[in-house]
């Protein structure tokens, strides 16, 4: 995976409690919550969001998603999403990591693929043309 952009977007949180099992640490699928957090953040960055006129009959639908878990967050650890884009020609393929600040080491990395739809649901071949200058 590329180190980020120049154009990343961070975004700081805190584990809430309700995010932690028993052993006090985040159970492994709120990793994924954090990145769409993110992702929201970077497209917002970018213009884009649900209802925007670029995205007005469109839509985008996750075709792959990967995590790759280094180090735990706990209850109460102060963290960072940093999102940035790989691709945006054929998918909009957008990078994360979630850094755990409060332990100073980075706690899981990964990436999350989209592919644009239609009014009708149908697959597009290419991400459309004025999205990608928004993008860009």
């Not at 990964?110 to 239609?118: K, N, P, S, V, W």
Request: aromatic share 12%; proline share 4%; net charge positive.
């Amino acid at each position: 995976m590329r180190k980020p952009a120049h154009n990343a977007v961070d975004v700081e949180l805190e584990v809430p409690f309700h995010d932690v099992d028993a052993l006090n640490i985040v159970w492994h699928g709120h990793y994924y919550k954090y990145a769409e957090i993110g992702r929201t953040a970077l497209m917002r960055s970018r213009g884009l969001d649900y209802g925007s006129p670029a995205t007005v009959g469109r839509g985008s639908v996750v075709i792959e998603t990967r995590c790759r878990y280094a180090y735990p967050l706990r209850y109460g650890n102060k963290f960072r999403v940093r999102s940035w884009f790989l691709d945006v020609e054929h998918r909009i393929c957008i990078a994360f990591e979630i850094y755990n600040i409060t332990e100073n080491r980075r706690s899981a990395r990964g990436f999350t693929t989209m592919a644009t739809i239609d009014a009708e649901g149908n697959l597009l071949l290419e991400t459309p043309h004025d999205v990608v200058q928004l993008l860009r």
